[in-house]
């Protein structure tokens, strides 16, 4: 079956440093990502997402870059910050196939003051 | 908004007895989801509603699992009997019908199964 980035690998920052998470997805049919970010005892907090026609999508302090060649997908987060440490999640839909998140496994992002 | 309000936060249960968690998604949103998060297999759809209908069950692991959403405005998830393996953290998520992928998730329940 479709898999999105089975890991859960950790990221130490500096405080002020930029952040590249990646994410490798396995279906090419995928047409809509999406990063979530999950701290400790909460539930998933939409950051962004992107569409398949799209290469780069920028928010506050994210951006988020897709390459379909390769199937890979990136979340950059400028001038990182204490609260930016928690667990990124990835995740991909197929619009044909309905309304179903698939959810990667995840990467920790510890800040370091 | 409140956002996706779910309960207990915290539950504690033998194994063999019955549990049930509760969510009330975002008013107007139309898609209520339920996840199971653990830490080997990651975030899983369980089952997702629209419209109070369930769509996709798909994801239910065993006839111990089911779900309703009796109303818009609320939904049960519900395991009887319950197992050691169960335990997980379980969240509700909904959406609206614009922008459906886009989930608003709850805080979720602890779930523990001695």
């Known amino acids: 079956g479709e898999s999105v980035g089975l890991h859960l690998p950790t990221l130490s920052v500096q405080e002020g440093d930029n952040s590249i998470i990646n994410c490798a997805y396995s279906n090419s049919a995928s047409d809509y990502f999406i990063w979530y970010k999950q701290e400790s005892g909460k539930g998933p907090q939409f950051i962004i997402d992107?569409?398949?026609?799209?290469d780069k999508r920028q928010g506050q302090r994210v951006t988020v870059l897709l390459n379909k060649t390769v199937k890979h997908l990136s979340l950059q987060i400028a001038a990182t910050q204490p609260g930016d440490s928690a667990v990124y999640f990835c995740a991909e839909t197929v619009k044909a196939a309905g309304n179903k998140l698939t959810f990667g496994g995840g990467t920790r992002v510890l800040v370091k003051p | 908004d409140a956002g996706v309000i779910q309960s207990p936060r915290h539950e504690v249960t033998e194994m063999g007895q019955e549990v049930t968690l509760r969510c009330k998604p975002i008013s107007g949103h139309d898609y209520l989801f339920w996840y199971r998060q653990t830490m080997m297999r990651g975030l899983e759809l369980l089952i997702y509603?629209?419209?109070?209908?369930?769509?996709?069950d798909s994801g239910m692991p065993e006839d111990r699992f089911s779900a309703k959403m009796p109303n818009a405005s609320f939904s049960t998830l519900k395991i009887q009997p319950s197992e050691p393996r169960d335990s997980a953290v379980y969240f509700c998520?909904?959406?609206?019908?614009?922008?459906?992928?886009?989930?608003?998730f709850g805080s979720g329940t602890q779930l523990s199964v001695l």
């Open positions: 992107i569409r398949s026609n799209m």
């Open positions: 998520a909904s959406s609206p019908d614009r922008g459906r992928e886009k989930l608003f």
């Open positions: 509603f629209n419209n109070n209908v369930p769509i996709d």
